[in-house]
Nanobody, 124 residues
Framework: QVQLVESGGGSVQAGGSLRLSCAAF????????MGWFRQAPGKEREGVAR????????YYADSVKGRFTISQDNAKNTLYLQMNSLKPEDTAMYYC?????????????????WGQGTQVTVSS
């Protein structure tokens, strides 16, 4: 069983930065892909960024390109999301997820394990 624990959320003003972390426990082998998703009240969960753990290729939603950076520290089994130039529309619960399905997809349904989420609130 894999357990994912997010941290680093909080409240910031527009233009500020936050760094989210996701620590993974219970790995017996590497996932194919890890991703960050977010869900705002009344909206569907959407992909923010993901990383192909084998090769390090990264993918971003258009809304966060140039502002967010996903990275991983394999030695620490930790995934990060550096968020800069935050906007009020970035306000949401942020989740990390791990996929053991071949490929690196934007579909939340293809991720096997999820963290409990960390809240990010950006005020104008």
């Amino acid at each position: 069983q894999v357990q994912l624990v997010e941290s680093g959320g909080g409240s910031v003003q527009a233009g500020g930065s936050l760094r989210l972390s996701c620590a993974a426990f219970g790995y017996t082998y590497s996932s194919y892909c890890m991703g960050w998703f977010r869900q705002a009240p009344g909206k569907e969960r959407e992909g923010v960024a993901r990383i192909y753990t084998g090769g390090g290729s990264t993918y971003y939603a258009d809304s966060v390109k140039g502002r967010f950076t996903i990275s991983q520290d394999n030695a620490k089994n930790t995934l990060y999301l550096q968020m800069n130039s935050l906007k009020p529309e970035d306000t949401a619960m942020y989740y990390c997820a791990a996929s053991y399905i071949a490929g690196c997809w934007d579909d939340p349904g293809l991720y096997n394990y999820w963290g409990q989420g960390t809240q990010v609130t950006v005020s104008s």
